[in-house]
């Protein structure tokens, strides 16, 4: 049987996703007996429904992420607005319950994503090494006409050798190149058992920096650890997860601190598709830690204190409590609520940020590349 196209295997992982977040909240609410009136994946425009047991499933337009939705404001609902079950009458402790479920479900999905792909192929453990790898050497650039080569690996530039591979090596390189546009710059390179100096005079680009018409990436090598049994499983299981949600959280970190270099890198659903897709290319490895890097990093983002965000919910709840259970004003929630709506939009195109860090410290499968 044929796999399916790269593009519809992504997509896939991100609908998959979507529903997990959403079916938390809804299990959550459900087992506890609280009303629930609808279940969405996606915003805008209704696509397809379908009612059963008083719950309104649907699919539309905007595959922007999805909602549960409680019938405890509608004004066409016939429960009577006492009703023990609404979520609004129920006890802080079950709403906390609802509201925290979804980030639980997609931590969950994300560490149950990490440990199939242990239990089925194993680990993936990178190997660093010296330097910075050469994948490709565009025709009659800079580079072409001094003589480097793809495959060949750059050790060292300007006498200075380059240390184990990672992405500030290759920006290290990076670096040196675009400030020496019209001079030469000494590369050490490494070709199979040769060790050659090659002199590059980078061109210079249109913004006045230098360029050799290369693609680079770090210079490591993959490995697959298998476990021997169920206990070294869970062990590198929990070592994948835990590596992967500092590096999300990390980056995330970053974007906010560092936002206005950051902003003009940020994308949309659109983009975190063609990634998915690209990684899927690559190999089943990489899909596995797509999947797993997008749980982690929605289940982070929801957690923020922002309003329109289950964190910011949670602050609400906190908020109640300290009030000792008195309840914040309807419009003032609601007015809290609508203020937040931009900075959600915002922050879902921060999430596919990602899409540098995928390619790059995260899914070890697909090398990320700088073209230079």
């Not at 601190?257 to 990684?279: C, D, L, M, R, T």
Request: glycine share 8%.
């Amino acid at each position: 049987m044929e796999s399916l196209p790269p593009v519809l295997e992504a997509s896939v992982v991100l609908a998959a996703i979507i529903i997990v977040h959403e079916s938390g909240h809804f299990l959550a609410a459900h087992l506890q007996g609280i009303h629930v009136s609808k279940f969405a994946i996606g915003f805008g425009p209704v696509l397809a429904k379908f009612n059963a047991n008083n719950v309104e499933y649907s699919i539309r337009a905007f595959p922007l992420g999805g909602f549960v939705g409680f019938p405890d404001n509608d004004p066409d609902s016939e429960i009577p607005v006492d009703d023990v079950n609404l979520l609004k009458n129920r006890p802080i402790f079950d709403r906390v319950l609802v509201i925290s479920a979804g980030v639980v479900a997609n931590v969950v999905f994300a560490y149950l994503i990490i440990f199939a792909q242990v239990a089925s192929s194993g680990l993936p453990v990178q190997e660093a090494f010296p330097g910075v790898l050469v994948p490709e050497v565009r025709e009659l650039s800079a580079a072409a006409r001094a003589g480097v080569r793809s495959g060949d690996v750059i050790l060292g530039v300007d006498g200075v050798l380059l240390p184990k591979t990672g992405p500030s090596t290759v920006s290290q390189l990076v670096d040196v190149i675009k400030k020496n546009p019209g001079r030469n710059v000494s590369l050490r390179i490494g070709r199979g058992d040769q060790d050659l100096e090659i002199d590059v005079m980078p061109d210079e680009s249109s913004d006045r920096t230098g360029r050799i018409g290369v693609q680079l990436s770090p210079n490591f090598k993959i490995t697959k650890v298998r476990p021997k049994n169920p206990g070294e499983a869970f062990s590198y299981t929990w070592r994948e997860f835990w590596g992967l949600t500092s590096s999300v959280v990390d980056s995330l970190r970053q974007t906010f601190q560092n936002f206005s270099q950051s902003a003009s890198k940020v994308s949309g659903p659109v983009a975190i598709i063609a990634v998915g897709a690209e990684v899927a290319r690559s190999s089943t490895d990489g899909l596995y830690q797509f999947a797993a890097v997008l749980n982690i990093n929605l289940a982070v983002i929801n957690v923020l204190p922002l309003p329109a965000l289950d964190g910011g919910s949670l602050a609400l709840l906190l908020i109640e409590a300290a009030r000792g259970g008195k309840k914040i004003p309807q419009e003032l929630e609601q007015r809290i609520m609508s203020s937040g709506i931009m900075v959600v939009v915002l922050l879902a195109e921060c999430s596919s940020d990602m899409s540098d860090g995928w390619n790059d410290e995260m899914i070890f499968s697909s090398l990320p590349r700088s073209a230079l």
